[in-house]
């Protein structure tokens, strides 16, 4: 009997943390890639929490972007290869316009009320990195200012 509830006390708590994700872990690629909240809407009305700028002072184009992203040239959909690079590129009109992401940025907002926006200077989280804090952006990138290559949702 002691076995049985201890079983299923174990299956009720990893079926519970299963089910809890944070927004650094909840994409595949798919959403950033092509999702409405990434290009066909402003970063006010957008769902998507985090804003990544051409222009340093929020200037020029930009990608709304709702979840982590390993490698700004190559954001798998479905983290799977499907033969050939899928870079993130700016959209929304302006200078920067249909340009890649990676390499590229010099400003950032971050809208989340809870998360850290952090963008690294090396694919895969690594690196330099300018943390953002809830609320709040950056004019301009500091470590990572037109060398950026990966982002996540970070908490303290």
């Known amino acids: 009997m002691k076995l049985k509830k201890s079983l299923m006390v174990t299956a009720l708590a990893c079926a519970f943390g299963l089910g809890v994700v944070s927004p650094a872990h909840a994409g595949t690629g798919l959403e950033n890639q092509e999702s409405p909240e990434a290009c066909q809407k402003t970063q006010a009305a957008s769902t998507f929490k985090f804003a990544i700028y051409y222009n340093s002072n929020y200037g020029g184009a930009y990608r709304n972007i709702g979840y982590s992203v390993y490698d700004f040239a190559d954001e798998r959909i479905g983290g799977a290869p499907q033969g050939g690079l899928q870079p993130l590129l700016f959209c929304h009109g302006g200078a920067g316009n249909l340009q890649g992401i990676k390499n590229n940025a010099a400003s950032a907002k971050n809208?989340?009320?809870?998360?850290?926006?952090?963008?690294?200077?090396?694919?895969?989280?690594?690196?330099?990195?300018?943390?953002?804090?809830?609320?709040?952006?950056?004019?301009?990138?500091?470590?990572?200012?037109?060398?950026?290559a990966s982002f996540a949702w970070q908490s303290l």
Do not use: C, F, M, R
Request: glycine fraction near 10%; charged fraction near 15%.
């Open 111 to 148: 809208k989340h009320p809870t998360y850290y926006s952090v963008v690294y200077y090396n694919s895969g989280y690594k690196g330099d990195s300018d943390w953002i804090a809830p609320n709040s952006g950056w004019s301009q990138l500091a470590g990572t200012y037109n060398e950026n």
